[in-house]
């Protein structure tokens, strides 16, 4: 079960420094300035740098180590990775990587004895994609090209036709990813939790997310009560799921909205992975990410996590 | 409150009886999906009722509490309804399980059908049908042993205890595909244990003669290897148990069953096009359906309305007698007084009778006049008294063939009465071809006004053209502007034209905020429908109104698969969601004679954007402008609007910002 030790917030791109001998877990760094930033962090710092990138359609890994691609099925990813790269200090870097990465890299992280601690990267972005078009009145924001229909996530995936579902989502900018959920007319949820990113990444941004759903705010949608968490703090997304899990014994969380509370999703859901007791799930859309869909650097965060018996 | 009533648009927000709350459409014989000997594809678009009509036809409607007598008649056939959770299925896959996928996918299918058939036993149990003897041995029916072995159950237990029991394995299916390295308990045959069951019941005299039939919805959400399996279920299916599927129209389905010499063919099974063949065969059963489901929500909202008869809608023995003209005009009419609208001469008459709008026609006439350079008064070619001629004749001056001199003269002879002359006859049918498009040219100037044109329970029904939901948003959100307006004590109930008006705009706005959340491709659909909607809202600029009332088009090409793939994808997506309508090219508009299809904007975006939600004339776009349309960026798509400009010569299009609020 994953722990937050300590957050460090750095303002000072210069100030940050990761642990010598580190092996880190990155995706796609040429999509904006701050995948750019991240890999000369990684250069500056880290022992060993391994791209993942999980196929959402056939269940596998696509890894990238030293320029040698290769495929690793999802159930072999523990044994035939992980397992390998043990004597290292491991950074996950959430910056570039997906939810279901960082889910899959925390769930079997999780089952392996020899680690017992890890850390977590992000990077915020200064500004996101901002497209001109808007049709209806609020911002639209250009973040991805293409959603899918919320493809499973094994060990994450719950049968509706089982019981009373609730979903829990975590907003962001693009109502797109909460409307598909809705308009996709498969499952009523028996209860909406909305919460938003408050206070965002910047003064203000909690707005456009607030502007954005607000129609979902609304008894048709089962709505009942807004909750709010920080937009970059995983401890604060963690404690609200926990919350939530003590009056609640099945919902799926959907987090569409920050990558920290994406982060927070993922050890919430790992940590009640094989609990018997309750049955949570994710819902993830996957999406096409837009290239340049931020601008700008900005502050970093680095999580660091221990695992508790 | 009254508009809570209307609120609930989706079938999932209804109770599973839907008995005396769905209504059957009047030519429900022939649909009737319990008398289908065979397996039946039913498709039906978003919003069509799909859900609800296959509800309908499953156990918890067939033995409704409400019913007060249920027979054997009654349970010849059992419909048992199954919306598989199609997020959590798309896990059962190659991929993932290797080969073990079809022995899981269909223990899968058979835990879940079973969860069904047992609880088909519950409500049977609790209905109040005729054989208590029956009911009293079925709920203490053993499960023979053979069964109960079969899944690892190995003591005795009643069927009626038999659910938990099941719900527990499709719970310990769920938890072992997490990890799914061994084998799990056990696998059934989906069809095979289900037909089992059936066995066990009629060799112990329970339902010796139902036949079982099980509609299993969002269909086209399973994944292709899925659908193989149930349409070899299906094609195989005979009483005592009979498969049938639902799906999105235009959805890509398999057709194909598990072996591979025997595809199946598209005739197997009868194809129910629930918009096209039940609803809306024509535009007056769906208006009658319609007013019906209307006048029923509000007889729930006021009992002391007895418009309809909650025990008769439901009940296929009483359509005889809905059919008959009085039923219908009763209905209509008490819908219309609810909903009522203003004729397009009424309007017309409106627009006389107000300053603003009247003052904008006279200054329409004046530059007509004034381009041709005739000296004739203005007030030659408008009358009070005569509203229609009048409007028409606003823009009918700008045409390049109409003479100002010949105007007057006709205008003048259609003012009396006597005057009968083929020109008279011609201009009466101008003036009617004109009328709507010319009320619209006057209005599309004023940002503020919503157009009356929008208001009336008959144009909700061209506005929602079919669909269900659309109609009920429109009347939800009616009362919601009755409410506001705090009229609501006010008996009968009656929602004035322009709140109607207004309520029609927002929700024209609401669906385009939601077009950008349909399917993978949303956020481009949106962009398309908006596109096309500045497009028509452009063409409806124009100031001679010459084939006017665009709504909809075509693409001059023999074949439109040509065009582009992308293209080819946002269409099917289009009209997977019900943003295009397809029609087959019927519209006689000569400048186009080689494309064969024709699409038609989904018209509950009418009032967004000024225009007509009538398909009259369409506008023929060149497969360069389509692709434009559909693909091209921002900057692109306004030099194709600009060409527009210059080519309609609209002169105040400057008035349109491209984005944002202008509509």
Known sequence: ?309 | MLSQIFKKNRAEEFPDDLWGKYVLPLNYAQFNLLHETKGVKVVGGRGTGKTMYLKYHAYNTQLSKQRMLITEDNINTIGIYWKPDTHFVQLINKSYLNDKWDAVFNTYVALSLMMKFLEFIDVFLDSNYHDEDTKERLKNFTVPKDFSEELNINQEVLLIELKERIRGFLFKLQNWLHNPIKDFLFYLDGKATIEYIIQIWKDNNFFKKTTFHIFIDEFENLREEHQKIINTWMKHGASPLIFSIAYKKHAYVSDNTTSKEHTQGRNDHRIIDLVDDVYAKTDDDFKLLSAEIIASKIQEYDSQYKIVDNDKISSEEEVKYRRSIEYKNKMIEFVNSIFPSLRYGEIAALVMSDKTLKNKLIKNIKLALKTKNSTLKDSYFYDDDFPEASVVNGTLLFRTRTKPEELKKLFNDYKKAGVQSPSVTAYKEQISNALVGSILYIYISFPQRICPIYAGFERFCLMSRNNLRHLLELCYQSFVELENSNNLEQKPIKVDFNLQAKAAKFCSRQELDTISELGSYGKDLQKIANRLGIIFSLKQKIKTQSKPENIHFSVETHSLETIDEKFNILLHEAKLWNVLQEFDGTTKDTSDSISTKEFMLTPILAPYYKISMRKIHKIVFKPDEIKTIFLKSDTEFDKLYKKFVKEWKIENAEDLGLFGENY
């Open chain 1, 1 to 309: 079960m994953w722990r937050f030790r300590n957050i460090k917030t750095y303002f000072n791109h210069d100030e940050v420094s990761l642990e010598k001998d580190t092996i880190a877990y990155h995706g796609d760094f040429l999509l904006d300035d701050r995948g750019k930033y991240v890999q000369s962090l990684l250069n500056k710092f880290v022992e060993k740098k391994i791209y993942l990138k999980y196929d959402e359609n056939d269940f596998l890994f696509l890894v990238n180590e030293n320029n040698t691609e290769n495929k690793l099925s999802k159930f072999d990813l523990k044994n035939k990775l992980l397992k390998q790269n043990i004597s290292h200090s491991v950074v996950i870097d959430a910056t570039t990587l997906s939810f279901a990465e960082i889910l899959f890299l925390l769930s079997d992280l999780n089952k392996i004895k020899d680690v017992q601690n890890i850390h977590i990267l992000y990077v915020e972005p200064s500004e996101y994609k901002f497209l001109n078009s808007s049709i209806t009145t609020y911002d639209e924001f250009a973040l991805s090209d293409k959603l899918q229909q919320f493809p499973p996530l094994p060990g994450f995936t719950i049968n509706t036709e089982l019981e009373h579902v609730e979903l829990v989502a975590f907003l962001g900018f693009e109502k797109q990813r909460l409307g598909q959920i809705f308009s996709s007319e498969e499952v009523i949820y028996d209860n909406f939790i909305p919460i938003i990113p408050l206070p965002g990444f910047s003064p203000g941004w909690e707005n456009r997310t607030i502007n954005n759903h607000l129609k979902f705010f609304d008894p048709r949608y089962r709505f009942s009560n807004v909750k709010y968490v920080s937009a970059n703090n995983p401890f604060q997304t963690l404690k609200i799921l926990e919350k939530l899990a003590a009056a609640r014994k099945c919902f799926r969380v959907a987090p569409i909205g920050t990558k920290p509370n994406a982060i927070g999703c993922a050890v919430f859901l790992v940590n009640n992975e094989n609990n018997d007791e309750t049955n949570f799930g994710a819902l993830y859309d996957f999406p096409v990410k837009s290239k340049n869909r931020s601008s700008g650097v900005g502050k970093v965060h680095i999580y660091n996590l221990f695992k508790i018996d």
